[in-house]
């Protein structure tokens, strides 16, 4: 009995690295042949205040652990799509904004207790590769709201959103997460995904 348990969760973990990569030590996370957009179309809600609008909105309830906290934050109501890391750098530096780090991109997570930002997940600003706890994230497109794991009334594609966190061993990775999921990964910082501005 025992050896079958071990077995198991052998292939278990070898199928969620299969699927999701390697969240907590590096690896993109996402398929190479995937369009950083999401796959939810863009027209997922709408944004009644316009695209220059932002929203107030506070960490996530969660249990203790994972990043500390980060406070109240102002987000851009409408992101930007599909957008390299440095791109989305400029895009946010234009609107007197800036991307956020990867525990204040956690704290926008709803809906998955061990990624939002104090979860057991232990990628955070400061540990950025090979990091303890759970970082698998949720069942995909469950999400509180419409499928996505984020607050009610977010504008925008359930999908990959930029942080400014770079991997710690891989030069060209920064950390990004998938919303439709709640997963953290890493991915290329010359690939295209979409941004939410903080300030």
């Not at 398929?31 to 609008?53: E, F, I, K, L, N």
């Not at 956020?100 to 400061?126: H, I, Q, Y």
Request: glycine residues 14%; proline residues 8%.
């Amino acid at each position: 009995m025992k050896r079958s348990r071990s077995r198991l969760r052998v292939l278990v973990f070898a199928l969620a690295v299969a699927i999701g990569g390697d969240a907590c030590g590096g690896g993109n996370g996402a398929p190479d042949d995937v369009a950083m957009s999401g796959d939810v179309p863009s027209d997922v809600g709408t944004d009644t205040a316009g695209p220059d609008a932002t929203e107030d909105v506070p960490p996530a309830d969660a249990p203790t652990g994972g990043c500390p906290p980060v406070g109240s934050l102002q987000w851009k109501a409408e992101p930007m799509t599909l957008v390299t890391l440095a791109e989305a750098t400029t895009y946010c530096g234009d609107q007197g904004m800036r991307v956020p780090t990867l525990c204040e991109l956690r704290s926008f997570l709803r809906g998955c207790p061990v990624t939002e930002a104090t979860g057991s997940c232990g990628v955070t600003d400061t540990c950025t590769d090979f990091c303890p706890g759970d970082c698998t994230g949720c069942p995909r497109t469950l999400g509180p709201e419409n499928g996505c794991y984020w607050a009610a009334g977010t504008q925008g594609a359930c999908g990959f959103y930029w942080t400014s966190t770079l991997h710690g061993s891989q030069a060209d990775y920064a950390w990004a997460i998938d919303f439709a999921s709640a997963f953290p990964f890493s991915t290329k910082t010359n690939g295209k995904t979409n941004v939410r501005c903080v300030q």
